[in-house]
């Protein structure tokens, strides 16, 4: 059974009372632990000040711990960036760029693994850009995008307009076959899909908190691969960026010579709070657990949209399917389609002419099927 028991983890998320939450794709609603984590912090800064700022730096070094089991990384290869775009750039202007280098990124990928990119023109970097057929994107396309200056191939986890999950441990080894390096934005496949980073290849890998980890906005993760860490140029050196960031007398410190390097300054303690609990909710379902529940809840999604006549736009083979469908209404527009499901309660989206569905674990089958009456309606 896909369902949630009604206990513990139903217990966990008060937007059941009140939505059918379908757009984790988007930003999530926190678990009451999550919330808790971010009040009891705040209360400690209200009534205390730093007096107890030990503690506070314990929540923020147990974060990193978890974030890294959750990606079987270690902990000094896991990096508190404020968002995906920032750890993006971060892995884009690392880089040890020659003049006539390239990078090949996909045309359909979500603008903050697109912007880091361009950026590199004025560095006489080539952005090569991949085309999808038929909204997917096809590993041929890449390999032929790549050749002898191809420096990095940048590819999201998952693809945010159809929810097509990229074949990361092939990219790698096309990225290996030609000495680059595979960067992943990985916001809309972490903490729905199974992620282990030596699984997949990546070598720098990047997502915030806000969708399918349940954390707030504004704190995320950047993970670098011990492999390249020696690669990577030090463009940002901060206070904390260092070895000794205590030793406050001696300013001419090296790099750290892991990810910490790219924590430039004071960490969001409330940040890695919400990441803290979340993650921790997350590994106590079992991260296996938690994929399975998704892709059981969109394999319904998908017969009951297909029963209904809606035309899916997300792939269809299991290898390539993920949290997210994507789906053309029979009647109406994506945006139509989307107000009928808010009119019933339902929290979806709107993305480039498709209606967008993103379901999380603890959502069940009987939300599933409300959605697909209510979209049914609408067919009529």
Not at 219 to 241: A, T
Not at 317 to 342: K, M, N, T, W, Y
Request: with cysteine.
């Amino acid at each position: 059974m896909i369902a949630v028991d009604s206990g513990q983890w139903r217990d966990e998320f008060p937007v059941k009372d009140e939505l059918i939450y379908f757009n984790h794709a988007a930003v999530c609603p926190l678990p009451r632990r999550t919330a808790a984590a971010i009040c009891r912090i705040a209360e400690e800064y209200r009534d205390l000040g730093s007096w107890d700022y030990v503690h506070t730096l314990e929540v923020v070094r147990r974060g990193r711990e978890r974030l890294a089991d959750m990606i079987a990384a270690r902990p000094h290869e896991v990096a508190y960036v404020k968002n995906t775009t920032s750890g993006l750039l971060l892995a884009a202007e690392s880089i040890p760029w020659r003049d006539g280098d390239n990078v090949v990124v996909a045309e359909i990928e979500f603008p903050a693994n697109v912007y880091p990119w361009l950026n590199l023109r004025r560095r006489n970097v080539e952005v090569r850009i991949v085309n999808p057929r038929n909204r997917l994107l096809h590993l041929d396309d890449y390999r032929a995008a790549c050749d002898a200056r191809t420096r990095a191939i940048a590819v999201s986890q998952v693809q945010y307009s159809t929810g097509q999950r990229m074949n990361l441990p092939a990219l790698a080894q096309m990225a290996r076959e030609h000495s680059a390096y595979l960067v992943v934005d990985a916001i809309q496949g972490l903490g729905a899909l199974r992620t282990e980073v030596g699984e997949i290849g990546a070598d720098i890998l990047a997502a915030d908190g806000h969708k399918w980890l349940l954390s707030a906005e504004g704190c995320g993760l950047l993970y670098v691969s011990d492999r390249i860490i020696g690669d990577l140029e030090d463009h940002w050196r901060g206070w904390m960026s260092v070895p000794e960031p205590l030793d406050f007398a001696v300013c001419d410190q090296p790099a750290r010579p892991d990810a910490g390097r790219f924590e430039e300054g004071t960490p969001n303690v409330l940040g890695a709070a919400a990441l803290d609990a979340s993650v921790g909710l997350l590994l106590e379902v079992g991260l296996s657990e938690v994929e399975r529940r998704v892709l059981g809840l969109t394999d319904r999604l998908i017969e009951g949209l297909q029963r209904i006549g809606c035309s899916i736009a997300s792939p269809l083979e299991p290898a390539a399917r993920s949290g997210i469908v994507c789906f053309e209404h029979p009647r109406l527009d994506a945006d139509e389609a989307v107000e009928l499901l808010q009119r019933h309660c339902v929290a979806a989206a709107s993305r480039l002419g498709l209606v967008r569905l993103s379901p999380h674990f603890y959502n069940d089958e009987d939300e599933v099927d409300r959605a697909l009456e209510a979209l049914q309606a609408g067919s009529c």
